[in-house]
Each structure stands twice: as structure tokens, then as C-alpha cells.
């Protein structure tokens, strides 16, 4: 008996060979298919794609040797099996012939129908095994490709696309997805037919609860279960499916959410295609705990940094002041720039820098270095001496960091600027419609002892500065006089708005690898 019923291509011109040949194979439970010539048989073959192709020598117009050949060189038809038949090319070496040019057996006549049927049965045998090997070697290189895209998705939603969409090529069915996302919002995307984009789906948002509940529980691991459609509509009402569900939910640790990977279709998996299911949803797990974590902690990261920044910007009669600062894409770490802006009397203390890497240990050097301004500045507002100051503080506690700082000590009256720079990127003064860079200061603080200068200078009316951090013009591709340039150039136009200013800037440059600090001032009288 058949392990399961075939379609059979029987290629004969004479109608007596095709109906014995038929009826044997229907005997044997399998659907049969008839050519009558060459021509024939290879445009049924591109079209119904047959299991078996049973194939005579002789046929009126191309003979079997050919047809087989040609069957074989399509990559498209190339794997289906063919059996030669010939009552009259029964030579040793037209048997070895008819097989150098692809055949899979070869039978000469007259044949029993027991001989027939098993050497139908052992090629189908061979053939099926060899397309499940394939279909698995596909499957396996589809399951890697997946699981590498899931695993480099930076957003939570191109994370679930990218699953679905994934699963629901690899098994050809029907697929959807749930899960948890970080604002705590429950996600579900849906792909209709394999490469059809997924849909975003709105589910109550107890939805992954309730399936949960379903095979896991509470449990941390990985559930599999299979439920008909109507039981799974008792569950979920609003689901709109036309056949059983087969799913994975999965958990990595006790306590967190699960998530969920099902597909649908009349013919339940097998149980290759249900272990790809499983690796998947432990793939999107494992991935949703990751970029959930992350951020998490980018979260943490951004709220220490933004606490060593000022709380406000006091206001200033005379002067107009924006700030930004921006962190760096997809960085977790905390970074060393900052700003400062403080009133000192009828004066105004504006200050950036640069702690040099991206770590806690530089962002809390950062902060000791602000607050050491705070102090030394209430004191003593030679620029000169606090800079030197602070370059001790540096050298002394943490010697093998370097910080660039530059101040700015302004009076909003008369437009008078105080200016000491160790080593950060010159201010941009604008006047007039034009605008320049400062000159570079002194060495940067922290890589020796240096006696800072302090330049003076005066805004004029209507006049305007920019400082920023470096973060805002470091490209890896790009020469740093160049980006230096478009700054400055952008700084000749200047809108009314600072605020717009600043913003225009920022995109200008994109996402950024570093942290980014901006300020920019104007005297409005």
C-alpha cells in the first residue's frame, strides 16, 4: 500500500499501455494523469508539477529519452522522478542509455503489475524523502535568515513584522503574532497569505493573557498547542480565521511577558514545521527581552543624564536663549556633554563641554565638573582662573580623562562677552549677517597644567552665538572642516525663532553616534 495517494503523469500513444498502466496506478490508490505524445506530456508537467512521471520510449513526435532529458534540465521540474517504459528499447544498453539522460528506473516489457507498483512505490519513496530533505534545508536557511532579522531590529514593531512575516513565508500559511510592547501596549500583527505584508491589529488588552493561559500559565518556557476554530473563536471572538490554530507561546523568565506565535491552515503541521514554529517564537522571545531591556535602559540613561543638566534656563532681560541637547542613537550608555547656563548678578554664565567617552564614569565626572563650576564661579568670575582651577580638579581626582570646556561670561546690557576656552569648538559669533568662529582657546583640560586666557569680545545688537559639542559634526566619512563649515553657514541665516533655529540644526545632521549639545543666544536690544 501507498503511503499516501500520487499524482502520476502516464506518457503512451497507444490508449491500451495508458489504460493498463492507469488502472494499476488508481488500483494503488493514486490520481492519474495522460499524455499521448512528447509535446503533451511536457506541458502537463510544467502545469500540474505530477509526483511521477511514467514515461514509454517511443513516442510519435519527441521520444521518451528527450521529453526525460528536458523534464530533468528545468530546475522547476527537474526533481520530479521519471520511470522509462519501452517493450521494445530493452537492451542493456538502451536501458543504460535511457538513464544517463535522467531517468529514475527503467522497466522493459512485459511487466507484472506487483513489479510495476513497488518500483512506483520506491521511487515515490526516494522522491518524497528527497523534497522533504530539501523542503527542511529551505526551511533551516529561512529559519537563520529570520532569526538574524529578528535579532537586528532596532523597534519593537519591525521586531513582530518581521516574525510574522517571516513565519508566515516559511511555513506558507496563514500567521500572527502577540506580544507585550514597551509602553506596556499589547501588539498583534496578522499576515493574511505568506508575502503579504503584516497588518497591525488592535486586541483587547487581555488578549495575550488569555492564550497564555491556554498552554503556559504562569510558567517561564515554551507551550505548543493546537485548537479547532471554533474553540479558538470561544477564546477570542474577534478573530478572523478560517481553519485550526497552532501556536507557540513562550516565556523566558517567570514574571515577564509572553509572547505569542500561531498559524493557521485546514491541514495541521507537521511536526518539522511545528519545531520551526517553536525556534521562532523562542527566537522572538528572547529578542522581545532584549529590546525591551534595552530600552529600559536607555530610559535609566537618559534620566541620569538629563539630571545633571539644568532644571531651567533663567531668564535673562536682554538676551534670547535656546538649548538642546540630544542623545546619542541607539547608545545606552550616559554621556559627557553637557550645558550651564546660570545668572551671576547682572552678568550671565554660559558654559558647554565634553568629558571625553560615553560612560557612567564619564557622566558622573561630568556632573563633579559642573558642580565645581557652581562653586568656583560664586566666588571668583575670572573665567581664567576657574578654568585653570578646574583643569586641577581633573588632573588630580581623574588623570587619565580629558574634558573640553568653553565659557562665555556676558552682560546682556552692553553686549560685553568675557570668553575662556580649553579646547572645545570655538563659539560662532554672528553680526550683521555674517558669522565666524572664535579662534581655539587653550589646551583642553586634563593632559597638563595651562594658564587659561581670557579673550574679549562684544555682541552686538541683534547680534548672536552658537556653541555646541562635537557630537553634532563627527562623521566617520566626512572631513570635520566641512561639517564645521556647514554650521557656520547655517549660522549667517539665523531664524527669528531660536528655537527653530536649533531644531533645523540638529536635523540638518540626522541621528547622531555621540551625544549633542547645543546653545544658541541672541541680544534682543
Keep these: 500500500m501507498n503511503e499516501k495517494a500520487a499524482t502520476i503523469l502516464v506518457v503512451d500513444d497507444t490508449p491500451t499501455k495508458r489504460y493498463i498502466l492507469g488502472s494499476w496506478l488508481r488500483r494503488a490508490g493514486h490520481d492519474v494523469v495522460e499524455a499521448t505524445c512528447g509535446e503533451e506530456a511536457l506541458s502537463l508537467v510544467g502545469a500540474i508539477l505530477p509526483d ?9 513526435d519527441i521520444d521518451g529519452y528527450e521529453v526525460c532529458e528536458r523534464i530533468k534540465a528545468d530546475p522547476a521540474t527537474a526533481a520530479i ?7 521494445h528499447a530493452i537492451a542493456v544498453a538502451d536501458r543504460a542509455h535511457g538513464l544517463d539522460r535522467g531517468a529514475d528506473a527503467y522497466m522493459a516489457e512485459p511487466i507484472e503489475p506487483e513489479e510495476f507498483i513497488a518500483t512506483v512505490q520506491a521511487t515515490l519513496r526516494y522522491y518524497r524523502a528527497r523534497r522533504r530533505a530539501e523542503r527542511m534545508a529551505h526551511r533551516l536557511g529561512e529559519l537563520t535568515r529570520v532569526t538574524l532579522e529578528i535579532n537586528a531590529s532596532t523597534t519593537f514593531d519591525r521586531l513582530l513584522r518581521v516574525a510574522v512575516e517571516g513565519t508566515s513565508k516559511i511555513l506558507g500559511r496563514r500567521c500572527s503574532a502577540l506580544a507585550i510592547a514597551v509602553d506596556g501596549r499589547i501588539r498583534h500583527y496578522f499576515v493574511v497569505n505568506p508575502g503579504v505584508p503584516a497588518t497591525l491589529l488592535s486586541p483587547a488588552q487581555d488578549t495575550l493573557d488569555r492564550v497564555t493561559r ?3 500559565g504562569d510558567a517561564s518556557g515554551t507551550a505548543e498547542f493546537t485548537m479547532s476554530r471554533d474553540a479558538w473563536l470561544q477564546v477570542l471572538p474577534e478573530s478572523v480565521i478560517r481553519g485550526e490554530v497552532s501556536a507557540v507561546v513562550s516565556r523566558t523568565k517567570v514574571g ?5 506565535l500561531g498559524v493557521e491552515g485546514v491541514d495541521p503541521p507537521d511536526p518539522d514545521e511545528l519545531n520551526v514554529l517553536k525556534q521562532l517564537c523562542q527566537a522572538l522571545a528572547l529578542a522581545v527581552d532584549a529590546l525591551r531591556a534595552y530600552a529600559e535602559e536607555h530610559m535609566i540613561a537618559l534620566t541620569l543624564q538629563r539630571s545633571f543638566l539644568p532644571s531651567h534656563i533663567p531668564p535673562t532681560p536682554g538676551l534670547e536663549l535656546a538649548v538642546r541637547y540630544q542623545p546619542a542613537i541607539d547608545n545606552v550608555e550616559v554621556g559627557g556633554d553637557f550645558y550651564e547656563v546660570l545668572r551671576l548678578g547682572d552678568r550671565l554664565l554660559v558654559g558647554i563641554g565634553d568629558v571625553q567617552g560615553h560612560s557612567l564614569h564619564a557622566a558622573t565626572i561630568m556632573a563633579e565638573l559642573r558642580h565645581a563650576l557652581r562653586a568656583l564661579i560664586v566666588e571668583d568670575h575670572d573665567l581664567g582662573r576657574v578654568m585653570g582651577r578646574l583643569n586641577d580638579v581633573l588632573r588630580k581626582y581623574h588623570p587619565a580623562m580629558t574634558a573640553t570646556v568653553c565659557l562665555l561670561l556676558i552682560d546682556p546690557v552692553t553686549g560685553a562677552v568675557e570668553l575662556a576656552n580649553a579646547g572645545h569648538i570655538p563659539p560662532v559669533i554672528v553680526a550683521d549677517g555674517e558669522a565666524r568662529y572664535l579662534g581655539w582657546g587653550n589646551l583642553l583640560m586634563g593632559a597638563a597644567h595651562e594658564v587659561y586666557r581670557v579673550d574679549k569680545l562684544e555682541i ?11 557630537g553634532l559634526i563627527e562623521d566617520r566619512d566626512i572631513p570635520l572642516d566641512h561639517s564645521l563649515e556647514v554650521v557656520r553657514q547655517m549660522a549667517t541665516s539665523f531664524d527669528d525663532n531660536l528655537e527653530v533655529f536649533c531644531d533645523r540644526l540638529i536635523d540638518h545632521f540626522g541621528a547622531r553616534e555621540d551625544d549633542v549639545a547645543v546653545v544658541a543666544l541672541r541680544r534682543t536690544d
Aim: glycine fraction near 2%; charged fraction near 15%.
Design 460 to 470: 552686538p545688537e541683534k547680534g548672536a552665538l552658537l556653541m555646541f559639542t562635537d
Design 256 to 260: 515577564r511577558p509572553p509572547v505569542y
Design 52 to 60: 511521477l512521471v511514467i514515461l514509454d520510449v517511443r513516442l510519435p
Design 214 to 216: 491556554l498552554a503556559l
Design 81 to 87: 522522478p521519471v520511470i522509462q517504459i519501452s517493450a
